[in-house]
Structure formats: structure tokens, C-alpha cells
């Protein structure tokens, strides 16, 4: 049973159609991701698969459960990370680690994850003071909290640096190889080709590609991932 | 109950953190109190009747300030979408924040009323039962009044332009601060239109043991007010 499926999701918005017929499958172990430029239907595609949207049509299981109906149940064993800061003002590294905690049965221990992160020094300052890097790097963390079976991380290393980008890839490397599932939205190619077993590409709201990795460089005209991916995308391809 | 006592510890010390409420809940009506026990000190049943106005300060202000901007600012900051992908229900966020917007009342009532009773030698002259429970109806009210601004305001800056229209007159004008019996009738009539001053009514009622027939009015609409507002909040509540 794949961990992730979804039949024929479409929704649109005042008229307009952000995503139609968008069929995936996901299995366990495996690192899927979701690609596409800005305004391709990603987030959407995320909110109808999470739940935080209702799709028009179509439908989602995660571990075989419906996230609308079985919410309670099924995020017990799912961790999310969204694109955007959702933290309270005043809020610290700790108290936030500690409310995530709080909300899961079982869940990992966060005082190794802040240190594993290099977080551990920073968990008594306010969330907002952090630098880019280090806020991002604690929005993976938090999804890292519960002990999942899936994880959903959205544009995961944005802002950061190349060191920090390498910690966190090596990070969930580990984490696939005891099992864990990663659905990940991604602009850089670097980090799908490290990463992503694979790989989906949205274009205006429609999958124009699906495979992995390899196949979608040789079913393009273009040698390297990111031409093809723009190629795919319908963009101009410079070299 | 390991998630309600995190939640409530941490949205708690978040709050203080704030500490607008620390002054406006806290601060405010002891200050009142004080204030106003110098000027009746000498008039016990002028105190008396100013005891359960100035305890309601605290929930003006947890109600229909504290209460919509917090909501409306965690929808905004997406943190009532970020509990939905979580197993517990973004509503016990909502449950804790009315929890701690409780707690500043009570508080403020326990300091309000030894504020009273040590400086000013204030007794309650009826029945402490019937003040709670006035209390805590005239609570549910207010807080429903919140909920509903604090869910349906398309963002923070609206629902705190709402909450300011509805706790800057209430605070002044409902008797909780300047006492309504020194209003001139026209200013009195003008401010029965404010919930808070039928909820002061009631407390005034409760509290001095006068008959309840001249509250029966003050009664229903305090109740309609809490029904009605807790139904358009659960029924139009925006998550996000």
C-alpha cells in the first residue's frame, strides 16, 4: 500500500483551475518531490493533500487514512513543516519545542534534535531573533518532533547556507534509511537530485512529468536536471 | 491533559510576556478601586455598588480586547493551520487562550475584592453564590462577544479597530469605571445599549441583594447575547 495516494485532485479558485487531476503515489521509504515555478500549484497541491483544503474533487490517503476525516489519527504518525513561519510572538526555541511535543504521543526527544541541529545554544532566545538559517532549520526540526512514518517539508532549506544545507540533507538521508517516507517541495535541483528518489513536475496546475530522477533528464532534450526541469516547465532553457 | 496543561503554561507565559493584560486586567481595576474607595470611603453602600463594576473590568478587557487579537492574530500567523496538521484540534488553542482570559478575571476579582474589603472595610451585602455565577454568565457573554470578533475579522488590524470601537466606550461608559449612578439619566440611557453595562446591572443586582425582577430584562439580553454570538462564532469561525 503506497504512504501517500492521490485520485484525480482537482481544485479551483473563483473559476480558475490551480490543480487538476493530480495523481500520485508514494511509497514507504521513498523521497518524493514536488516541483514546479511559483504559482504552479505546489501549495495547493499540499493543502488538498494535507487536508487544510478541500479538494473539489478527487481523493487523498496518507497511510490509508483520509486527512479530513481521520485527522486525529492519522497526524499522529505525520510530520509537516510549512513554507511559512506559523510560531506564536515571544514564543522560545524551547517553549516551541516543547508545545510540538506536547501535541504527539510519541515523539522524539527534542533536546538531541536542538543539538543534532546545532540549535542547542539558541533554545532559550525568542524564535523571531533567529537568522533566516537558523528559523528555517528549527521549521524542519519541529517536523522532525513526532515520531512520524511521513514527513512533509515545504522548500526545507531555503536560506540556507551550503554547510547547513549539507547537515540537513544528511539528516533525512538517515531518516529514509530507517524508513521514514519524505514528500518534499523543492526549487533546487542540487537538492532533488541529492535527494528525491521521485519526482513530479507541476505546470499550471498539471503533471507534466513523473518518474525519477534519471528519466525525466533522458525523456527531455537537456543533460542536467535543472534544464530539463525548465524545459519541462515550459521556461526558456540558457545555457 | 498533558496537551491543556503545555498549552496553558506556555500561552500563559506568552501572556504575561505581553503584559498589556498584566496592566489592563491587573493594574487597571485594583487602580479603580482604589480610587474610587477614597471617594466613597466613607459611603458603604456607594462602594458596595461599586465593587461588582470595577471586577468587570478585567473581563471587558480580556473579552473584547485580549480575546480578538489573539485569535485573529494566531489565524494570521497561521498557527490555528499549523495545529490542524497536528492531532489536536486548533479548537483547544481557543479553549486555552478563554482559560487564560479567565484566569486574568478571577484574579482581578480576588485583588479587586481584598483591594475593597482590607482598605475600604467592603462587605458584600448578598449572597457570593449568586455573584459568581452573575459573574461568570456576564464572563461567557463578553468572551462570546470576542470569540465572534476575533473569528470572523478578515485580519488583525480590523478585529482590533472592532475590539477598540467596542472596549474604549464599555470601559468608560458601562459603569465599570466612571459609576453609572453619577451619569446624567440621557448618558445613562445612551450606555444601557452596552452589553457590559446590563452585565454590571445584573452583578449590581446580585450583589447589593436587591429583587431580581429588575434585571429580568438585563438578564435575557446578557444570555441572548452569549447564544447568539457562540452560535455565529462556531458557525461562521474563520480557521484561516
Redesign the interface.
Known amino acids: 500500500m503506497p504512504v501517500i495516494e492521490t485520485k484525480n485532485l482537482t481544485k479551483s479558485f473563483g473559476g480558475k483551475t490551480v490543480l487538476s487531476d493530480f495523481n500520485i503515489s508514494v511509497n514507504q521509504g521513498e523521497v518524493f518531490g514536488l516541483l514546479g515555478s511559483n504559482g504552479a500549484g505546489k501549495t495547493t497541491a499540499i493543502d488538498c493533500i494535507?487536508?487544510?483544503k478541500k479538494p473539489d474533487s478527487g481523493t487523498v490517503r496518507i497511510l490509508g487514512l483520509n486527512p479530513k476525516t481521520e485527522?486525529?489519527?492519522l497526524?499522529?504518525n505525520?510530520g509537516?513543516q510549512?513554507q511559512?513561519?506559523?510560531?506564536?510572538?515571544?514564543?522560545t526555541v524551547s517553549?516551541l519545542c516543547?508545545?510540538?511535543s506536547?501535541?504527539?504521543?510519541n515523539v522524539n526527544d527534542y533536546k538531541r534534535l536542538l543539538l543534532e541541529f546545532g540549535l542547542n545554544e539558541k533554545s532559550k532566545s525568542i524564535v523571531n531573533e533567529l537568522s533566516g538559517g537558523q528559523k528555517q532549520k528549527l521549521f524542519v526540526l519541529l517536523a522532525l518532533i513526532?515520531k512520524a512514518k511521513v514527513i512533509?517539508l515545504d522548500e526545507l532549506t531555503t536560506g540556507l547556507d551550503t554547510k547547513a544545507r549539507r547537515d540537513i540533507w544528511n539528516t533525512l538521508k538517515k531518516l529514509k534509511e530507517n524508513g521514514l517516507t519524505i514528500f518534499l517541495v523543492s526549487h533546487f535541483m542540487d537538492e532533488v537530485e541529492a535527494l528525491c528518489d521521485n519526482i513530479c513536475i507541476l505546470k499550471q496546475g498539471k503533471i507534466v512529468f513523473s518518474g525519477n530522477v534519471q528519466n525525466a533528464i533522458q525523456s527531455s532534450p537537456y543533460k542536467t536536471l535543472e534544464n530539463a526541469y525548465l524545459w519541462y516547465s515550459g521556461e526558456e532553457v540558457t545555457e | 491533559m498533558k496537551v491543556f496543561t503545555t498549552l496553558l503554561r506556555t500561552e500563559l507565559k506568552l501572556s504575561l510576556r505581553g503584559m498589556d493584560m498584566i496592566i489592563f486586567a491587573i493594574c487597571l481595576p485594583v487602580i479603580v478601586m482604589v480610587i474610587l474607595g477614597i471617594v466613597y470611603g466613607n459611603n458603604p453602600e456607594n462602594l458596595a455598588a461599586s465593587f461588582p463594576a470595577v471586577s468587570t473590568i478585567a473581563i471587558c478587557a480580556g473579552g473584547v480586547m485580549g480575546l480578538p487579537l489573539v485569535i485573529s492574530g494566531y489565524r494570521q500567523n497561521k498557527i490555528l493551520k499549523r495545529f490542524k496538521v497536528t492531532p489536536v484540534s486548533p479548537a483547544l488553542l481557543l479553549f486555552v487562550q478563554t482559560m487564560i482570559y479567565t484566569i486574568y478575571s478571577v484574579v482581578s476579582l480576588i485583588l479587586v475584592y481584598l483591594t475593597a474589603s482590607i482598605f475600604f472595610g467592603f462587605r458584600l451585602p448578598g449572597s457570593w453564590l449568586q455573584f459568581i455565577g452573575a459573574f461568570v454568565l456576564v464572563m461567557i457573554s463578553m468572551f462570546s462577544i470576542g470569540m465572534l470578533v476575533g473569528g470572523v475579522s478578515p485580519n488583525t488590524k480590523i478585529a482590533s479597530i472592532i475590539a477598540s470601537i467596542l472596549y474604549f466606550p464599555m470601559l468608560i461608559f458601562s459603569g465599570a469605571t466612571l459609576p453609572y449612578e453619577v451619569m446624567p439619566t440621557p448618558l445613562q440611557k445612551a450606555a444601557d445599549i452596552m452589553p457590559l453595562t446590563q452585565g454590571i446591572k445584573i452583578l449590581k443586582a446580585v450583589s447589593l441583594d436587591k429583587p431580581i425582577d429588575n434585571i429580568i430584562l438585563s438578564l435575557i439580553i446578557i444570555c441572548t447575547i452569549a447564544i447568539v454570538c457562540t452560535a455565529l462564532s462556531v458557525k461562521f469561525f474563520k480557521w484561516e
Open positions: 494535507l487536508g487544510t485527522r486525529k489519527k497526524f499522529e505525520v509537516v510549512f511559512e513561519l506559523h510560531y506564536q510572538d515571544k514564543i517553549e516543547e508545545m510540538t506536547a501535541l504527539y504521543h513526532p512533509f
